[in-house]
């Protein structure tokens, strides 16, 4: 118990570190991931109980101490969340070589969703070094998700090098065909369209997905994303009607975010899923 908690502390302080990267890495601060985060509208460097998301909110409500305008609620529900998943997964893996990739998995996945359901962007930045790192752990991580414990490494290597290639390809014919169906409904619309369902950095990111589940998960794990994607985009539809009393038919939608969900939900309990459904 004392170990789930230290390591849910830990936990804690990555969550804090990806709010850090969230609000770093993406444009127009593009600042190096370890720079001291600044205040989104003064500009003024945060304070030290201003990088943490929890203090920020315990010590000083909330606000930055020199404009007093809000902070972003996503960093202390960010630190919370991480914290509660590090402590699933010393539960779930104890102290193990599995414990560390998916743990540090898990920070480059979430730092992902943060920022393409914030700025609707896949920064190559994180996504191509993840999907190196993902093959490179595939034998460590590819192994909780085959039906036998004693695959050979070469072979789940294999597999998630098949699985990054489907997911490239599988998701980029989706782009284009996206591009194409809108270049078409521009035509007849009489202006144009420019958005898609995928774009390329979720091509990328399919890419990823398919090296942390390997094939055939990724085919799988593409479908859960669709689906996890059209509830989404229904829940979106819901919200447009009732509250905004409008509905935009060509509003772009991060998928980002159910890419990383499905990687995350196979990563765990895709040998049982597949079982299930194959079986």
């Known amino acids: 118990m004392i170990s789930t908690i230290l390591f849910g502390i830990f936990g804690f302080l990555v969550g804090a570190l990806v709010n850090r990267a969230a609000e770093n890495l993406p444009p127009p601060a593009r600042r190096s991931i370890v720079a001291v985060p600044r205040c989104g509208y003064c500009g003024t460097p945060r304070a030290f109980a201003e990088q943490v998301g929890v203090a920020s909110f315990l010590l000083l409500r909330g606000r930055c101490h020199v404009c007093y305008s809000p902070l972003p609620l996503r960093a202390p529900i960010v630190e919370v969340f991480s914290a509660v998943v590090f402590a699933f997964l010393w539960d779930r893996f104890g102290l193990s070589w599995t414990l560390a990739s998916y743990s540090v998995l898990f920070a480059i996945l979430l730092l992902i969703l943060i920022i393409d359901l914030e700025h609707r962007l896949i920064l190559n930045v994180v996504v191509l070094p993840a999907t190196l790192l993902a093959l490179l752990l595939s034998p460590i991580v590819m192994l909780n998700q085959v039906a036998r414990a004693d695959t050979a490494a070469g072979l789940l290597i294999v597999r998630a090098l098949l699985g990054a290639m489907v997911g490239y390809v599988l998701v980029f014919g989706i782009y284009l065909l996206g591009a194409f169906l809108a270049k078409m409904m521009a035509r007849a619309r009489g202006r144009e369209i420019r958005e898609v369902a995928f774009g390329l950095g979720d091509v990328k990111l399919a890419g990823l997905v398919g090296a942390l589940v390997g094939f055939p998960g990724i085919c799988f794990s593409l479908l859960?994303?669709?689906?996890?994607?059209?509830?989404?985009?229904?829940?979106?539809?819901?919200?447009?009607?009732?509250?905004?009393?409008?509905?935009?038919?060509?509003?772009?939608?991060?998928?980002?975010?159910?890419?990383?969900?499905?990687?995350?939900?196979?990563?765990?309990?895709?040998?049982?899923?597949?079982?299930?459904?194959?079986?």
Do not use: D, N
């Open 224 to 279: 859960y994303t669709i689906l996890f994607g059209g509830l989404g985009a229904l829940a979106v539809i819901i919200f447009q009607l009732v509250v905004r009393r409008r509905y935009s038919a060509f509003m772009a939608i991060p998928y980002g975010p159910y890419f990383v969900i499905a990687a995350w939900v196979f990563m765990l309990w895709g040998r049982e899923i597949v079982s299930r459904l194959l079986g």
